[in-house]
């Protein structure tokens, strides 16, 4: 006996009353190729994504989610078929992205420095250029830290060298800190990995309630090396007290240790 293989088309599958339509429907209005950069000529390694398709799938799922990780991204490509319709069908690997962290200090006594920012630039064995972007951060204060890490661009091939490069700050972000209220950094207390998630909690020692809080957190193997990064944006951070947080991680094997990070956004 011989089977008949029939093809799938998940329009069929979603309901009428779903947002992924009107989602859809809106961004096909919009001119999205204004917002990508030219391909280069001498593009090599293995076939890039569809631009548009990526671009609505991740704004989809900072939509449906409010924040989503580049690895549920990945999940959900695979599992839900509201984001396989969007990616027509192809599974992105996180490992289409560059991921990175770094610690900045700030060595100054009475120097604040806003909207601190550097650059990541990516270059393959040949020197050839896979990707630069300069990220802005928030603030960092008098002899502190600010440990950073996410996502940056995407890549074709594994890159053979990545630099960091920190940007002379704007002279108006340049603030005394002794005409400002004091600032104590914030702590993660409390973390723990379950089987989906990082759990911890920050905690704030300052007397303001902060808006917005970035956490950061290092996956380590048993071996000590670095196998992930993940974050998340916590709203409410409360005055003198502790605000959970929690972040989905999805495709790890062995992690083994945890370091965390939380600074204020």
């Known amino acids: 006996m011989q089977g008949i293989i029939q093809p799938l088309f998940l329009e069929t599958w979603i309901t009428e009353e ?43 799922g900072f ?9 549920e991204l990945e999940r959900k490509c695979r599992q839900d078929i509201r984001y396989m319709y969007l990616m027509q069908y192809e599974k992105p690997s996180f490992m289409t992205y560059l991921y990175y962290y770094v610690d900045l200090y700030n060595p100054n006594t009475d120097i604040v420095i806003e909207l601190p920012a ?5 270059r393959d064995k040949d020197g050839v250029l896979l990707g630069s972007e300069d990220q802005f951060l928030s603030v960092i204060y008098p002899e502190q830290h600010f440990i950073y890490g996410f996502q940056a661009f995407s890549v074709d091939d594994m890159p053979e060298t990545v630099e960091f490069e920190v940007l002379a700050p704007e002279d ?9 209220e004091p600032y104590q950094p914030l702590e993660v207390e409390n973390t723990a990995v379950r089987s989906d998630k990082i759990v911890g909690e ?18 380590k193997n048993s071996a000590g090396e670095l196998v ?4 998340t944006f916590v709203d409410d951070i409360l005055a003198g007290g502790s605000t959970p947080f929690s972040i989905s991680i999805y495709g790890y094997t062995d992690i083994a240790e945890i370091e965390c990070y939380a600074n204020r956004w």
């Not at 947002?19 to 090599?44: A, G, Q, T, Y």
């Open 63 to 71: 939509m449906d989610m409010g924040y989503i990780s580049l690895r």
């Open 118 to 122: 550097f650059r990541i630039t990516a």
């Open 202 to 219: 920050i905690v704030n020692p300052n007397n303001e309630t902060l808006s917005n809080g970035v956490v950061v957190v290092l996956c």
């Open 18 to 60: 779903d947002p992924v339509w009107s989602f859809n429907e809106i961004l096909d209005k919009v001119d999205l190729r204004k917002f990508r950069k030219k391909d280069p000529m001498d593009r090599n390694g293995r076939p890039a994504f569809d631009y548009e398709s990526m671009l609505k799938t991740v704004l989809f």
């Open 172 to 180: 108006y972000n340049i603030k005394r800190a002794s005409v400002m």
């Open 228 to 231: 992930g990064i993940e974050s």
